[in-house]
């Protein structure tokens, strides 16, 4: 048995394991951030209006015009503790019309390699992205689109006009 080899690997697996918590907890805080720019962007849009009530709850907002009303619809928890950086949510009409939608966070640079020649690579390759994420140096740009539908938007407030 190599000493050095095996420090080496348990190197590369240690590092792999604290920076992937913080890449997990920064991925979530990012989430968050980007519920709340839905929420808001949703509630911007009828706001604009000036005749529009809101009813709010943890997971949905209603906006209301003499008693009908449009609802967003967003699972919050199972949105922020997906492995990957795509909201996904509902948007319901007064008519009864329901469009999902996604906001999908789209990387600055491509972050994919071929596959692996063994777990050392994934783990380094990995390691990697999780650096640059953490540094700053990669950053996600959330794209908003409507299922079925080929175009996307760079806001909430976009998407909803283009309903």
Do not use: C, W
Not at 39 to 63: R, V
């Amino acid at each position: 048995m190599d000493l050095a080899y095996l420090k080496i690997k348990i190197d590369i697996i240690a590092e792999y394991e604290e920076l992937k918590k913080k890449y997990i907890y920064k991925r979530k805080e990012s989430k968050r951030e980007e519920v709340k720019k839905i929420f808001e962007g949703f509630k911007q849009f009828f706001k604009l209006d000036g005749h529009f009530k809101f009813k709010e709850t943890d997971h949905s907002i209603t906006a209301e015009y003499k008693e009908y009303g449009i609802t967003l619809d967003l699972d919050i928890y199972k949105n922020i503790d997906n492995p990957d950086f795509i909201l996904e949510g509902i948007i319901k009409t007064y008519d009864k019309e329901i469009y999902d939608f996604t906001a999908e966070g789209i990387p600055d640079k491509n972050v994919f390699e071929e596959p692996f020649a063994n777990e050392e690579e994934r783990m380094m390759n990995e390691t990697r992205h999780f650096k640059e994420y953490l540094s700053g140096e990669l950053v996600y740009t959330y794209r908003y689109s409507v299922k079925g539908r080929g175009e996307s938007y760079g806001s909430m407030q976009e998407l909803m006009l283009a309903l």
